[in-house]
């Protein structure tokens, strides 16, 4: 009889595990071993598209994704079986729902952009295991700005009316950002500071799933804390459109909670099985507060900027609470203080608006017109291409 594979261990970064069994059951340690699991189809993909200049590569994916892989006679097979996935869609997908929950949040305007970027993100970079990969690149510190730009274009594109649509943008940058994801992971595997005992693969499943939690889950609290929650409805469909994304990113359909109870089970035991932020989540979460600053070539500039970064750190510090917030260095602004009444007197405005029909479709139309000037004014005259990476940007 052909032997068992034995599961790889999960990393040192998994703790906490006899209270998580206590709570969890099973789930802990299935969980525990998805953290050594990457993204085999897209890996092999990256692996071969690695071996062709780097203008071909590129030139093949935008025509896979435009025309379809049968367009492409010198695909390799890695490719050819990565888009045979791709171009099937789950039977649960629900492109109406999805559209609902898309725009749902679209209509949030700078609401939203908050959620995203003071909640989603920076917890995303408490992770002192998961957020690994982005320190090895030294991305982010690089370039704070330019990243939330292109985050916030992803966001935006998988958010609007079919945009998740085989020939859509927001497909095309899912499946782009996916490749890219295969390449870091090849590069980080490679690089001789990979501690993988530690760590596990790099952006393993456990991390991937935890991303589209952030995008979603943490979005949809984020904006109740705001007062501008999204209705009931809303929120199952914003959670439907992101297991979708999950899918085309390479999240095993296991970890894609198929209702708001299912995902906010996920997300506790997730983050109650991992350690509190370390200086790499500090350095990551300051880069994106203060990039303005260190980029402002005037005085006049980096005043207006430490001013931004000021309200910056207290917004978020209110979004993912004190704790947190201490354990990233943040300082304690006082006029924090006066965010929960704001917010409650948003909540009741924004319900009052909702409560009109035309307000309503007004106040949705502004706050996806907001999306489109920050999207816009981010990006500046360089369009995101989401390129696969050529290199590290740093060596450990």
Request: glycine fraction near 10%; proline fraction near 7%.
């Amino acid at each position: 009889m052909p032997s068992r594979a034995v599961p790889s261990p999960p990393p040192t970064r998994f703790v906490h595990l006899d209270e998580a069994r206590s709570r969890f059951g099973a789930q802990v340690d299935r969980l525990g071993t998805l953290f050594t699991v990457g993204d085999p189809l897209a890996d092999q993909a990256a692996a071969a598209l690695a071996s062709l200049p780097r203008a071909e590569r590129e030139a093949l994916v935008a025509s896979a994704l435009a025309e379809g892989i049968d367009a492409c006679p010198k695909a390799p097979e890695p490719l050819r079986a990565l888009f045979a996935t791709l171009d099937h869609t789950p039977f649960w997908v629900d492109t109406k729902r999805a559209a609902r929950g898309g725009r749902a949040f679209l209509a949030t305007g700078i609401a939203g952009g908050f959620a995203l970027a003071f909640a989603s993100l920076v917890l995303g970079y408490c992770s002192p295991a998961g957020n690994k990969p982005l320190a090895f690149s030294g991305r982010l510190r690089e370039n704070a700005p330019r990243r939330l730009a292109e985050t916030s274009r992803f966001v935006q594109a998988v958010s609007l009316p079919g945009g998740m649509g085989r020939f859509a943008d927001g497909f095309a940058i899912a499946v782009r950002v996916r490749l890219m994801h295969a390449q870091v992971r090849r590069m980080c595997l490679a690089a001789p500071g990979w501690d993988r005992g530690a760590w596990g693969t790099p952006i393993n499943q456990v991390d991937m799933a935890g991303t589209v939690l952030l995008f979603s889950l943490i979005v949809i609290d984020g904006l109740a804390k705001l007062g501008f929650p999204l209705r009931a409805n809303g929120s199952e469909d914003l959670l439907h459109l992101w297991r979708h994304v999950g899918v085309v990113l390479g999240v095993a359909e296991e970890l894609l909670p198929a209702s708001e109870r299912e995902a906010r089970r996920l997300w506790d035991l997730i983050a109650s099985t991992q350690e509190g932020p370390d200086a790499d989540a500090r350095a990551l979460a300051s880069a994106l507060i203060e990039g303005g600053v260190q980029r402002a070539t005037t005085p006049e500039g980096r005043q207006e900027a430490s001013r931004r970064a000021a309200i910056g750190y207290g917004l978020s510090r209110y979004l993912i609470g004190h704790e947190v917030a201490d354990a990233l260095g943040y300082p304690r602004p006082t006029w924090s203080v006066a965010l929960p009444a704001l917010s409650a007197a948003l909540r009741a405005i924004v319900g009052a608006v909702r409560r009109v029909g035309p307000l309503e479709d007004w106040l949705a139309s502004v706050g996806e017109r907001r999306w489109e000037a920050v999207v816009t004014a981010g990006l500046g005259a360089t369009p995101a291409t989401f390129a696969i990476p050529e290199s590290l940007a740093v060596s450990r």
